[in-house]
């Protein structure tokens, strides 16, 4: 039985990249901190669907048996792709962003503001 330690996992995941999207000022930092905060939210959705002595659900010959919930692997799955989208958009933007201004830092970028 894997007990809490899961639950322990993502909250663990999301405090870090929580503290990552608020004080950290690195364009790239702060799309990490909120890969962190996106790998803490899928965690959470499959440990909901998890049962201790359960088949997958693709499994058909299973009878009996009790079967996983589909539903929470299906939205992290969809969650991985939209998450997948918005980093490649979010990091093509500090892209252009760095060869703009000339640097990364996120303050420093709000100061050149006229």
């Known amino acids: 039985m ?3 330690l ?4 993502c909250v663990v995941l999301i405090i870090l990249g929580l503290y990552t999207l608020i004080f950290k000022r ?3 930092k702060i799309v990490i901190g909120l890969n962190l905060v996106q790998c803490g939210v899928n965690l959470f959705l ?3 669907g998890y ?3 359960s088949v997958a659900p693709i499994y058909t010959m299973a009878g009996k048996e009790e079967m996983v919930l589909p539903t929470p692997q299906a939205l992290t799955l969809t969650s991985i792709v939209i998450g ?3 980093t490649a958009l979010i990091l093509s933007f500090a892209i252009l962003i760095y060869k703009h201004y000339k640097t990364a830092d996120a303050s420093k970028i709000r100061r050149l503001r006229g």
């Open 2 to 4: 894997i007990g809490n």
């Open 6 to 9: 899961p639950f322990v996992a």
């Open 26 to 28: 690195n364009l790239i």
């Open 46 to 48: 499959i440990t909901l």
């Open 51 to 53: 049962k201790s002595d």
């Open 84 to 86: 997948l989208a918005t």
